[in-house]
DNA sequence: ACTAAATTATTAAATAATGATAATTTGAAT
DNA sequence: ATTCAAATTATCATTATTTAATAATTTAGT
């Protein structure tokens, strides 16, 4: 274990089902003496990525509140694509979970989510949760930018059924990929559908999904020219957004570079 | 520079106002030779905590938005004071800007935020970002907790104009102690009053604040017992829920250690 | 005040980081 | 498709840091 790996292995033990760990604890989860999780959690602890909790407990630090911030105040695709999701939910013809998500690893991580207020269900689609890469409309519209040869590594360690199971799927995601447009029935949460349409600019290497889900109670067979509508639609607009915010971007590298 | 001070050097250089960064101009702002930066960069990005942007750009990488979602459904001070926030401002008699915040270094920073919909004017106080700690009611309330040496030297590099200035300072802190809450106008957002009591937890080591923030031209002299009532109530009520998270934390490891 | 647990300090040995330079890849403009 | 500069990776001897066993110290709960 050497480098930033060291650091890191320590923060992945941290999760929303266990989210305090002590030194010991820690020490034996990566068989590592104590004297040196010590060390490396002191560290930590002065940077602010982590912070002592009581009982010799030690939890995420607020470091990762104020890089979150700047990201949200940054990130092309979360500054274009936030605002919208509201209006997509308004403009829905039910209730509905607006969401925007993106590659994050070998999983689909959502960015940004906007809940209509009266949506009763619960649905795992939560901004920072980590979604599987091959179940619902939103991991969909965002594999289905990846060409073959990525996708095979990407989806290499997913255990599918059977082979017939894959082929149906990569069969399935090239009909998605033609169409422009995903939709998905209960794969994530139970009860619930998914719509879903691709973002991406080549420029900023951004591969993500703007995705609507709803209570399946809810949908009727009338709706679903709206929903396409409205995501298609709202799917151009980010993408336009995407750009400008990508050349007001270049215009301040180039200034910032010849004040210089 | 050794340890994980390597890393967070460079974290630390990404802000809102710039929010990428090429390898040499990290080069250049660190004094390090690019071939180590280079190494260095490829490190973080593969651990999500940076990713390449356009034009051999870097950002910070989504692992922030991942952890930050951990904090927020675990962090107590987060969970037991975020959904008070929106009735406390249903509840104020203007419309507010609502507040909860902690220390951060030698500054404070918010951690969760809520606005009243019809808030016109802009407030520096959001989520995530660092505010000064000798402005502003919020802060005010965080630092009176702290006690005068660790006071002194959290305040050591804090410039006022004067020697005069500062004892005003610290002789108002005592005052605002003994009332149990704070009122400032103006201090960090012109035209903006602040509201705050604090908060604070011994076990989780917790010293924090809850604030309300209004606009001047709203604010009449009879809204003030309220905003007082409102504050004091609900700040008892989040220390409550605070406590309850603790126990429930506490339990939690309990069973988790005795299984083992 | 006592005690066990938590944390820090100290070390030589083991390991990894550095940075100068060379080699390779990438990407934009023909 | 070709070119060329810029970006990135690879190499490697030198230098510096990390490791982990142990001892010393501090902290926190009765």
Chains 1, 2 share one sequence.
Not at 30 to 44: N, V
Not at 235 to 258: M, R, W
């Amino acid at each position: 274990m050497s480098g930033f790996l060291r650091y890191k292995k320590i923060l992945d033990l941290f999760s929303e089902e266990r989210s305090s760990w002590t030194v010991l604890e820690i020490s034996k989860a990566l068989e590592t003496p104590s004297s040196t999780i010590y060390r490396i959690i002191r560290e930590m602890v002065s940077a602010e990525f982590l912070e002592s909790a009581a009982g010799s407990y030690f939890r995420l630090g607020p470091a990762f509140i104020k890089f979150n911030r700047i990201i949200n105040f940054s990130d092309p695709l979360v500054r274009a694509g936030q605002p919208f999701l509201k209006k997509l939910a308004d403009e829905n013809p039910i209730t509905s979970v607006n969401v925007l998500a993106r590659l994050y690893g070998n999983k689909v991580m959502c960015v940004a989510d906007y809940k209509s207020p009266s949506f009763k269900k619960n649905t795992s689609y939560q901004r920072g949760k980590l979604m599987p890469l091959i179940y619902g409309a939103t991991s969909r519209a965002i594999i289905m930018q990846i060409t073959n040869r990525k996708l095979q590594d990407l989806i290499y360690l997913e255990n599918f059924k059977s082979d017939e199971d894959k082929n149906n799927f990569l069969k399935d995601l090239k009909n998605d990929r033609k169409k422009g447009y995903c939709f998905t029935e209960g794969q994530v949460d139970k009860g619930l559908i998914g719509f879903a349409v691709s973002i991406s600019n080549k420029k900023l290497g951004i591969k993500a999904s703007l995705s609507s889900i709803f209570d399946l109670d809810e949908f009727l067979l009338e709706h679903e020219p709206i929903i396409y509508a409205n995501l298609a639609s709202y799917g151009l607009l980010v993408e336009k957004y995407i750009n400008e915010i990508f050349e007001d971007i270049q215009k301040y590298h180039h200034e910032t570079n010849s004040i210089r």
